[in-house]
C-alpha cells in the first residue's frame, strides 16, 4: 500500500535557492518522517514529526505537518549541491509499519 | 562503528535459482525490515520482524523467505518463485516497533542472468 505521495516528482534548483517538496497522505498517523536517499544508496533518516506537531526545524531543514490536509511539507533553505539526491515522506500506518511514498528527486545545479 | 551491513553490494541470480541477501546490525536494534525499491518508485515492504524467531509478511512477501535466529541478523532469501527480482533491495533496522525511525544499509542491487 502506498500511503505518502510526494510532490513534485522532480525539481530542479539553482544553490542557494530553496526547496519544497510536499507529501499527502491518506490514513490518520502517528508521526511523519523524510529520509533522503543518494543515488545507489540506502536511505538516510532526516527528520519525524509526530502529529500533534505543527512545525520543526533541523539545520537547513523545515517540516511542517498539516494533519487536518493529511499532508506534510519539507522546505531546504539555501540549497547546495550536496542536497541533490532523493525524499521520501513515510507515515506510521496505524501506528505500526513505515509506508514510503514515491519520493521526489531533487537537483541543485551549481 | 555502529550501522548496519549488508552484501553483497550486487548480486547476480540465474534462472531457477535462489540467493540469499545479508543483513547483520551492530546497533542492539530489536526491529528489522526488508524493503524493495524499483527505479522511480518508493520502498515496498517485504518482511519485517519485531522480535528474534519471530516475523511478518509485509505488503510484497510472495517469492522471498526470511529468518531471525539472531537479534543482529535477518537474511533475506529470493526464491526461484519470484519471477521478477531484479530491483534494489534494502534492509532496515529500529530500536521498537511502532513506526520509529529507521537505520538503513546500504542496499544490494540483484539482478538476473
Known amino acids: 500500500s502506498q500511503q505518502g505521495e510526494e510532490d513534485p516528482q522532480a525539481l530542479s534548483i539553482q544553490e542557494g535557492e530553496n526547496a519544497t517538496m510536499n507529501c499527502s497522505y491518506k490514513t490518520s498517523i502517528n508521526n511523519l518522517q523524510w529520509y533522503r536517499q543518494n543515488s545507489g544508496r540506502g536511505l538516510v533518516h532526516l527528520i519525524l514529526i509526530r502529529s500533534n506537531e505543527r512545525e520543526k526545524h533541523s539545520g537547513r531543514l523545515r517540516v511542517t505537518l498539516d494533519t487536518s490536509k493529511k499532508s506534510s511539507s519539507l522546505l531546504i533553505t539555501a540549497s547546495r549541491a550536496a542536497d541533490t539526491a532523493s525524499y521520501f515522506c513515510a507515515t506510521d500506518e496505524y501506528g505500526n509499519k513505515l509506508v514510503f511514498g514515491a519520493g521526489t528527486i531533487l537537483r541543485v545545479k551549481s | 562503528d555502529g550501522g548496519i551491513t549488508q552484501s553483497p553490494k550486487y548480486l547476480f541470480r540465474k534462472e531457477g535459482q535462489n540467493v540469499t541477501l545479508s543483513c547483520e546490525q551492530n546497533l542492539n536494534h530489536d526491529a528489522m525490515y526488508w524493503y524493495r525499491q524499483d527505479p522511480g518508485q518508493g520502498l515496498r515492504l517485504i518482511y519485517y520482524?519485531?522480535?528474534?524467531?519471530?516475523?511478518q509478511k509485509g505488503d510484497i512477501a510472495e517469492g522471498y523467505s526470511v529468518s531471525r535466529e539472531k537479534k543482529e541478523s535477518f537474511p533475506l532469501t529470493v526464491t526461484s518463485a519470484q519471477k521478477n527480482p531484479t530491483a534494489f533491495y534494502l534492509c532496515?533496522?529500529?530500536?521498537?516497533?511502532?513506526?520509529?525511525?529507521?537505520?538503513f544499509g546500504s542496499g544490494t542491487q540483484l539482478s538476473v542472468l
Open positions: 532496515a533496522s529500529s530500536m521498537g516497533q511502532r513506526g520509529e525511525k529507521l537505520f
Open positions: 520482524s519485531q522480535i528474534v524467531n519471530d516475523f
